[in-house]
Each structure stands twice: as structure tokens, then as C-alpha cells.
């Protein structure tokens, strides 16, 4: 008999005490790729036949598709969503001297770019509720050296655009989004990325579109940064031996476009999927009288949140994190530490206390699994596995 079905008959007789529940990962990439994998296969032959690997027309006709289904009049493919962000400030020019507001807490990558060009990341605190840029701290934040501004639309939520993109048209600077957790989300009828001079998106496995491997994209409606933007992508190069510009190599590669197109066309239903399981966490975790205790992730009105992660939030993170990785179930922080207390920026000058929101966030905020092929069972044992924690030592569930 195996592990599982051993545990499951130990279940039914109530011991629940003595047993651990079914692991539940944070992520099962398998669960969704093993419908598609027929085709996924066809779709690497297809380019493995072609010898087609760089550029070409595998990229081009996943540019056309992508951006038609996040209506953006353009999409240039790249190498990754790290990428994408060093092509968008390139694009527009950020060199040394200058400065970039972006929030103190996301993922390495906003900053990295930032600072990769000899240009000063400029930190802001993030909204508490949202765990996004704050606007009235971001307008605050530019000074004439400001060449852009980096809204992060965290964990798959956008950031408050409107007055972010008021702030910057008065001050005459050009935002980018960083949408690569938000493919498919929307703020107040926009879609993410579509907003800013730039949008970019990451294709990292763990996104909610997700390559074999690493992949970004940058979008834009404007017709010459998008010109830009693909003559930086493959060494300001036109035509072949030709520069124009120092560029990179931030293509894609052609088999990461063939996987990508067959994904991309059941983005919708994922993140559909996404969204019923975040509703239904909503309702066990009301069930097992947690929502006092626990945080749970806000989808403001007039906002589509796509849930590339459900990160909760309590003051007993730590113990929390422990408790469930010995039940066995998935999490991870997002992130533990903000950018302005990272050795790399300490010559910054930002001490703690700098940005209490993030700070707080930083050591309160864990996420739980949320992928869409997550069942309600798995769910429930998730939620099963908190309420054991935040009853203990209430004789609940021992
Ligand atoms: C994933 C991610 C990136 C970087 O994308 P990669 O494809 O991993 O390079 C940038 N910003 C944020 C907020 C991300 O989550």
C-alpha cells in the first residue's frame, strides 16, 4: 500500500492527531502541462524540423497573439522578465545620474535593472493593505533627475495607477509596469502593461504563464518605443552588422515561443481558476473562524487581481512557515527582506524604519498554494493545517 493510501486509511479512523495530512505542493506545473503534453511536444518538433531557433517566425506569430489577447498594440519577445525591464529603461534611456522610483519591496529584478544601467533606484514605502507602490509617497519622490517610475503590480494585483500616472505626467516621466506577476490582470477596465509607456512581463515557470525555461515580453502602445525596444533587443542592429545603438542579445528563443503559444490560449481559464480558488479560500477560512487572525488578499473594486500568488499575512509568520512545512504543505515568502535593507543597496543610505509598510510586510506576508489545478480537498487541507496552528494549545484539533 502506498504512502498516501496508508495515511488516507489512518484518516478515515479519525486519527487525525498522530497523522500528517497529504502533502500539497505550493506549485504542481505537472497537473497543468500534462493535458497540453501532446501538443507541447508537436510544438518543439515543429521548431526542432524548422531550424528555425532564433527570431523568426514562431516569435513572430507568438508577439501578434500575445498582444492581441492583452489588447496592446505591441509585444516584443525577450529573454526574460528581467530582461524586459532592462530593454524598457534602455528603451527610454536611463543611464548614470539618473533616478527611478520604484517601490522598496518586489522582487529583486525592479531594482537590479534599475541599478544594472548606473542609475539610483529611488525607494518608496508600499499601501499596507495592497503591498503596492504608495502614490502620494510616490509623487513625493520625484526630483528633476526622475527618468521613470517602476509600479509593480505585486503577487498579481495592480498597483493604483491613476494617480501614479498623474504624478508622472506632471513631472513629465515615463512609467513602466512591471506586470510579469500580472499577466491578464486589469485595473478599472485597462489591462495590466497597457497602461505605462511599458509593460513587462515575465514568463518564468512559476508566472501564471509560465515557459520550459526563462521568457519575458515587453508591451507598449506607443509605435516608436516599441521600435526601440526591438532594435535594443538584438544589439541596436539594422540590418544584419549594422548598429544603430549598444543593445543586448534579449531575445527569446523560438522553442520557448512554440511552448508559449500552446499555453497561452488557456491563460484565460487558469486564471479563472485562480480566481474561484481565491474565492474559496475566502469561504474556509470564514469556516474555520480564521479570518480574524489571518489576512487575507484584498481585490479592491473596480480591480481584477489575478492571483499569480494568495500571500496571507499574520504577526506569527515565522511560526506559522515552520508549522506548515512540517505538515508538509507549500509556502514561501515573498519576500523577506525589502530592497532598501539588501547589503547591495546599503551604500544607498536607507537604514530600518526607512519604510515600515514593507518592513512589516516583509516579515508577516507568506503565500499558500492557489494554482488552479489545486482541488478543494487540497484547499481544505491547507486551511485545516492554519487552523491546527492558530488553535494550538486552544484544544482545537489536536
Ligand atoms: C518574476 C519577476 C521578475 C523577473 O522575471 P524573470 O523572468 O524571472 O527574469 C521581475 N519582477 C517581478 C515582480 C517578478 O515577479
Redesign the pocket.
Known amino acids: 500500500m502506498s504512502a498516501q493510501a496508508d495515511r488516507q486509511r489512518f484518516a478515515c479512523r479519525g486519527d487525525y492527531g498522530r497523522i500528517k495530512p497529504v502533502p500539497v505542493p505550493l506549485l504542481d506545473l505537472d497537473a497543468q502541462h500534462r493535458p497540453l503534453r501532446d501538443a507541447l511536444l508537436a510544438a518543439m518538433t515543429r521548431v526542432a524540423d524548422s531550424q528555425r531557433f532564433i527570431l523568426g517566425p514562431e516569435i513572430e506569430a507568438l508577439e501578434r497573439e500575445l498582444a492581441a489577447m492583452l489588447g496592446i498594440r505591441h509585444a516584443v519577445a525577450v529573454s526574460?522578465?528581467?530582461?524586459a525591464?532592462l530593454l524598457a529603461l534602455m528603451a527610454l534611456d536611463v543611464k548614470p545620474g539618473d533616478e527611478v522610483v520604484t517601490p522598496t519591496f518586489?522582487?529583486f529584478?525592479?531594482a537590479g535593472a534599475v541599478a544594472r544601467l548606473g542609475a539610483r533606484p529611488v525607494f518608496v514605502d508600499i499601501d499596507p493593505v495592497t503591498f503596492n507602490l504608495d502614490p502620494a509617497q510616490t509623487a513625493a519622490a520625484i526630483t528633476p533627475k526622475t527618468k521613470a517610475i517602476i509600479p509593480?503590480h505585486?503577487f498579481g494585483l495592480c498597483a493604483d495607477l491613476d494617480p501614479i500616472m498623474d504624478a508622472a505626467a506632471r513631472a513629465g516621466v515615463p512609467v513602466v509596469e512591471?506586470a510579469?506577476?500580472a499577466i491578464g490582470a486589469a485595473y478599472k477596465t485597462r489591462s495590466a502593461g497597457g497602461i505605462g509607456a511599458f509593460g513587462c512581463f515575465?514568463?518564468?515557470p512559476s508566472?501564471n504563464l509560465g515557459a520550459f525555461g526563462?521568457a519575458?515580453l515587453v508591451t507598449t502602445n506607443d509605435d516608436g518605443l516599441a521600435g526601440r525596444a526591438r532594435l535594443l533587443r538584438n544589439h541596436g542592429m539594422q540590418p544584419k552588422y549594422y548598429h544603430h545603438a549598444v543593445g543586448g542579445n534579449f531575445r527569446m528563443d523560438a522553442l520557448q515561443a512554440a511552448v508559449l503559444r500552446v499555453k497561452a490560449p488557456h491563460l484565460a481559464e487558469w486564471t479563472h481558476a485562480r480566481r474561484r480558488n481565491a474565492e474559496r479560500y475566502r469561504c474556509l477560512f470564514k469556516d474555520a473562524g480564521l479570518d480574524a487572525m489571518i489576512t487575507l488578499p484584498l481585490e479592491p473594486a473596480g480591480y481584477r487581481h489575478i492571483f499569480n500568488q494568495f500571500v496571507i499575512r499574520t504577526p506569527e509568520r515565522d511560526a506559522l512557515k515552520r508549522h506548515l512545512d512540517e505538515q508538509g504543505i507549500g509556502n514561501e515568502i515573498y519576500y523577506p527582506v525589502p530592497f532598501h535593507l539588501q547589503p547591495c543597496f546599503a551604500d544607498l543610505g536607507y537604514g530600518r524604519g526607512a519604510f515600515p509598510h514593507a518592513e512589516r510586510a516583509a516579515g508577516e506576508c507568506l503565500a499558500i498554494p492557489i494554482y488552479g489545478e489545486l482541488t478543494a480537498a487540497q484547499q481544505q487541507t491547507v486551511v485545516s493545517a492554519i487552523a491546527q496552528f492558530v488553535h494550538r494549545g486552544a484544544g482545537v484539533a489536536r
Open positions: 526574460s522578465g528581467t530582461d525591464l518586489s522582487f529584478a525592479t509593480v505585486l512591471d510579469a506577476q515575465s514568463f518564468f508566472k526563462d519575458g
